[in-house]
């Protein structure tokens, strides 16, 4: 049974260049979060995704978007790239209806110069 | 302040020893309470799970909470150095929901 994955693990970008991170939630899970770490930080919720649509958003601006697809997939998409969005985000994924659980992949390591 | 503080260490112990991790949060509507570990550029692990207050063990993790002092605690018993990670307390106030995190305490456990 695969976990929650994650796409591309590491990747480099330029300031003010846009930036696509891709999901696949753990098997019979239908609900995604996407969630920013910060170096020697934990974990800052970014939104949740359940049923293609935007359930809750933390304290992030315009310029973090996501999508969810009907087979649960989720995109988090950061346009005008910033240094200070250099980070790992993660993704995790869980059971809207029974699961109390929160399940993490491995995150993708972003680096903006 | 913020809604979650876990002292961010680093604490190193030796092999054997119990050790004791601990968050303190002020958000009186949180119920549902997560330890995370977490290695070195990988993504967090789900450790512990609790609802409410009360204690919870499986196997050398004990995780309990006290909601009346808004103060939780992961012990790991007979500690290894394979336990050598950060742990991160993590809570919500509905189950499942938007996660709040803590810092992260980083865990040395020295052979």
């Known amino acids: 049974d695969a976990g929650v994955t994650q796409s591309p693990t590491h990747l480099i970008k330029t300031r003010g260049q846009q930036v696509t991170l891709r999901c696949s939630p753990k098997s019979g899970h239908d609900t995604v979060s996407w969630y920013q770490q910060a170096l020697g930080q934990g974990p800052q919720f970014i939104f949740q995704y359940y049923e293609e649509e935007e359930r809750q958003r933390g304290n992030f601006p315009d310029r973090f978007s996501g999508h969810q697809f009907p087979n649960y997939s989720s995109e988090l998409n950061v346009n005008a790239l910033l240094l200070g969005d250099s980070a790992l985000y993660l993704c995790?994924?869980?059971?809207?209806?029974?699961?109390?659980?929160?399940?993490f992949g491995e995150g993708s390591w972003l680096t903006v110069v | 302040q913020k809604e979650v503080e876990q002292d961010p260490g680093p604490l190193s112990v030796p092999e054997g020893a119990i050790v004791s991790l601990n968050c303190t949060y002020s958000n009186s509507a949180f119920q549902y309470f997560m330890w995370y570990r977490q290695y070195s550029r990988k993504g967090p692990e789900l450790l512990m799970y609790?609802?409410?207050?009360g204690n919870k063990e499986d196997g050398r993790f004990t995780a309990q909470v006290d909601k009346s002092s808004k103060y939780i605690s992961l012990f790991i018993r007979d500690s290894q150095p394979s336990d050598s990670a950060t742990y991160l307390c993590?809570?919500?106030?509905?189950?499942?929901?938007?996660?709040?995190f803590g810092q992260g305490t980083r865990l040395t456990i020295n052979p």
């Open positions: 995790a994924s869980r059971e809207n209806r029974a699961g109390n659980t929160i399940y």
């Open positions: 993590a809570m919500s106030d509905r189950g499942a929901q938007k996660l709040v």
């Open positions: 609790t609802y409410s207050s």
